[in-house]
Nanobody
Framework: QVQLVESGGGLVQPGGSLRLSCAAS????????MAWYRQAPGKQRELVAT???????NYEDSVKGRFTISRDDAKNTTTLQMNSLKPEDTAIYYC?????????????WGQGTQVTVSS
């Protein structure tokens, strides 16, 4: 079964750091764009960061300079390093990836991990 599994969420004080990880598992032939989204209470899901298959990155304006997305294709993982966290970063964070399997290219989502920034 092909799936994405996130880890690393939790409670952190403002100004602190968290590192989110996402691992793709199953019969995967290739991975395209990997991304992190977030959804705060009462708000729509928004794109936080993306990384292409050749490691080009893009970030939502509010996280530029604070968050860093990376990938390790040997391990089928992506990581979101989050520094200088603010209360407004509180949300459920979702991993997203384009995975190539025997059935073709499909977009997959992880189950989400809660990030809470509060004193």
């Amino acid at each position: 079964q092909v799936q994405l599994v996130e880890s690393g969420g939790g409670l952190v004080q403002p100004g602190g750091s968290l590192r989110l990880s996402c691992a793709a598992s199953g019969s995967i032939l290739g991975i395209g764009i990997m991304a992190w989204y977030r959804q705060a209470p009462g708000k729509q899901r928004e794109l936080v960061a993306t990384i292409s298959s050749n490691s080009l990155t893009n970030y939502e304006d509010s996280v530029k300079g604070r968050f860093t997305i990376s990938r390790d294709d040997a391990k089928n993982t992506t990581t979101l390093q989050m520094n200088s966290l603010k209360p407004e970063d509180t949300a459920i964070y979702y991993c997203n990836a384009e995975l190539t399997t025997d059935w073709g290219d499909t977009e997959y989502w992880g189950q989400g991990t809660q990030v809470t920034v509060s004193s």
